[in-house]
């Protein structure tokens, strides 16, 4: 699986969009890049993914590059409960079962 | 959420001790995973299971074993509990191979002394 970095923390004022990247030069045809999330003490929870459309969902959006080599995760109106680590994960669909979390991006939703 | 329970939430054992973790689901998915998270190396996949009497090992499996006699239980077993498996403990489910949405429990902390 394509290796994954992010920044390892990021602020973000409340109401504003949060925009967290991550980079995936690595990327091969085939993986897809998904995203989860990590409230303090609790499971990941997943998010959105996406394969090279932007993709949107009633939780966020997800902007891939054209070359697929970075993309976005877009929370449109961040609230004090999105404060949480963001997992950015690159994989097949057709390879092994476990996912690859890093350490992901620390957001702190600022009131 | 999806119907995902751990039991129990919390427990200390001693060194030496046999431990069972349970993971139950109300979703009739077939994959569940055991990860454990910890400080500074995220989560780790332990062992996973693709049905009923199916599992399989992941990057972290020495020391532990699963079992799933039914789809809607999944069983990890630290036969003798050592202090380097103190650990929070994830249970997850998927839908099936291809879908990677994986659903997570609350998670168990566990603390071997």
């Known amino acids: 699986d394509a290796k994954t970095t992010q920044p390892t923390s990021m602020d973000c004022a409340e109401g504003r969009a949060a925009n967290l990247p991550c980079n995936h030069s690595?990327?091969?045809?085939?993986?897809?890049v998904y995203w989860y999330r990590q409230i303090h003490s609790q499971g990941p929870q997943y998010i959105i993914h996406g394969l090279k459309n932007n993709e949107t969902n009633e939780m966020a959006s997800l902007i891939i590059t054209e070359d697929r080599k970075s993309s976005t995760l877009i929370l449109p109106h961040a609230t004090l409960r999105d404060t949480a680590v963001y997992y950015c994960?690159?994989?097949?669909?057709?390879?092994?079962?476990?996912?690859?979390f890093g350490t992901g991006t620390r957001l702190t939703i600022i009131p | 959420d999806a119907g995902i329970t751990q039991s129990p939430r919390h427990k200390v054992t001693e060194t030496g001790t046999p431990v069972t973790l349970r993971c139950h689901q109300t979703e009739n998915h077939r994959y569940m995973y055991w990860y454990r998270q910890d400080p500074g190396h995220g989560l780790r996949l332990i062992h996973y299971s693709y049905g009923v009497k199916d599992t399989d090992k992941g990057e972290v499996s020495d020391g532990y074993s699963v079992s799933r006699s039914k789809t809607e239980d999944f069983l990890l077993t630290l036969e003798s509990a050592t202090s380097s498996q103190t650990s929070v403990y994830f249970c997850?489910?998927?839908?099936?191979?291809?879908?990677?949405?994986?659903?997570f429990g609350p998670g168990t902390r566990l603390t071997v002394l």
């Open positions: 994960i690159v994989r097949d669909n057709f390879g092994n079962e476990k996912l690859t």
């Open positions: 690595t990327i091969s045809g085939n993986e897809y």
């Open positions: 997850a489910i998927s839908l099936d191979r291809g879908y990677n949405e994986q659903f």
